[in-house]
Nanobody, 122 residues
Framework: QVQPVESGGGLEQAGGSLRLSCAASGRTFSNYAMGWFRQAPGKEREFVAAISRSGRTNYGDSVKGRFTISRDNAKNTVNLQMNSLKPEDTAVYYC????????????????WGQGTQVTVSS
């Protein structure tokens, strides 16, 4: 299974922006749907966004209109542009891969990165 590696996390003020990147090893990157999840201390892992092999996107309700997921198959990367950040966005963000055509469940993602910390101050 392809192994993703996240980067781009950091500290940002409320209302600001961050861009996360996920690099997935292997030349089979284009065969996978990709997703972003996040987990805050004491909370469940939450679906953030996903993008299919063909570029179709889906977003969690809490980030719709603020976050944008994209992919560049030539560079084996998927990005998450996060705008209008809120303190509630503070979490560890994980990138994951899926062999499903358009995954809608955490159970459909089979390979996870180690995560990158995003902290949003009020």
């Amino acid at each position: 299974q392809v192994q993703p590696v996240e980067s781009g996390g950091g500290l940002e003020q409320a209302g600001g922006s961050l861009r996360l990147s996920c690099a997935a090893s292997g030349r089979t990157f284009s065969n996978y749907a990709m997703g972003w999840f996040r987990q805050a201390p004491g909370k469940e892992r939450e679906f953030v966004a996903a993008i299919s092999r063909s570029g179709r996107t889906n977003y969690g309700d809490s980030v719709k209109g603020r976050f944008t997921i994209s992919r560049d198959n030539a560079k084996n990367t998927v990005n998450l542009q996060m705008n209008s950040l809120k303190p509630e966005d503070t979490a560890v963000y994980y990138c994951a891969t899926s062999l499903s055509l358009f995954p809608t469940s955490v159970f459909e993602f089979g390979s996870w990165g180690q995560g990158t910390q995003v902290t949003v101050s009020s």
